[in-house]
C-alpha cells in the first residue's frame, strides 16, 4: 500500500493514510499536543426508579454482593428463572436522562459550562468506547450514526439506531433475547441494596 498525498480544494496537501502514532503528536511542531487525560471526576449523581424518572444522588443503585468475589466462592444461578414473564422495554432514552438531569441540576440562565464544571462533551459513556475503538473495527460491524450538537461550548453526542442494528433486533431470535435477559438476571443476583 502506497502512501500517496494530493493537494485539496484549498491547495493543502492531504495524505490518504493517516497515522495512529501518538508520538506524532509531540514530534511535529505544526501538529497540536496529544490531549492530557484524567481521572474522571463525580460531578453528580443520580439513579433511575422503575418508571425511568430521575432520583438525585445513589437511592436507586445497587452494590455488588461481595460474597461472590471471595476467591473460593461458589454458586449456581439459575439465569433463566423469570425468562417468561420479562417485559424488555426496548425504548432508546437517547441522551433524554442526561438533559433532564442537567436541567434538574441547573437554574435558568445557568452558565451551562459551569453547571456541567467545564467539561467539553455530554454522552453516555458507552458511545465514548465506541468512539475511540471505529479506528480498530474490522469492516464496520453495524456501522455508526452518532448526531454531535455544540451548545453553549459543550458538545451533546447521542447515538442513533442505524438500519443494520434496526434490522438486526427485529429479527433477532428468542435465544438471543434470553441471553440478554442472562445478563440482567445475574446482575440481579449479585447485587444488593445494602452498601455493607
Same mark, same amino acid.
Not at 189 to 196: N, Q, R
Given at each position: ?14 495524505? +490518504?493514510? #493517516?497515522?495512529?502514532?501518538?508520538? %506524532? ?7 497540536? *499536543?496529544?490531549?492530557?487525560? $484524567? ?56 441522551? +433524554?436522562? #442526561?438533559?433532564?438531569?442537567?436541567? %434538574? ?7 451551562? *459550562?459551569?453547571?456541567?464544571? $467545564? ?56 435465544f438471543s433475547k434470553q441471553m440478554t435477559y442472562w445478563g440482567f438476571k445475574f446482575e440481579q ?8
Open positions: 500500500m502506497s502512501n500517496s498525498s494530493s493537494a485539496n480544494d484549498y491547495g493543502e496537501q492531504r495524505s +490518504d493514510r #493517516l497515522s495512529c502514532n501518538p508520538r %506524532k503528536f509531540h514530534d511535529d511542531a505544526k501538529s497540536p *499536543k496529544f490531549p492530557s487525560i $484524567e481521572k474522571p471526576t463525580v460531578l453528580g449523581e443520580f439513579s433511575l426508579d422503575r418508571t425511568r424518572a430521575i432520583q438525585s444522588g445513589r437511592g436507586n443503585v445497587r452494590y455488588i454482593y461481595d460474597e461472590y468475589l471471595k476467591k473460593d466462592a461458589r454458586f449456581a444461578f439459575d439465569l433463566s428463572q423469570g425468562f417468561e414473564t420479562f417485559d424488555q422495554k426496548n425504548v432508546h432514552e437517547k441522551i +433524554d436522562v #442526561l438533559l433532564k438531569w442537567i436541567m %434538574k441540576m441547573s437554574s435558568p440562565g445557568d452558565n451551562l *459550562k459551569k453547571v456541567l464544571h $467545564e467539561c467539553n462533551f455530554v454522552c453516555w459513556r458507552g458511545l465514548l468506547t465506541r468512539v475511540a475503538s471505529m479506528p480498530f473495527e474490522k469492516g464496520c460491524g453495524e456501522g455508526n450514526k452518532i448526531a454531535c450538537c455544540l451548545f453553549n461550548g459543550v458538545v451533546f453526542m447521542c447515538e442513533f439506531d442505524t438500519e443494520l442494528k434496526i434490522t438486526k433486533l427485529e429479527n433477532e431470535t428468542d443476583y449479585v447485587t444488593t441494596d445494602d452498601p455493607e
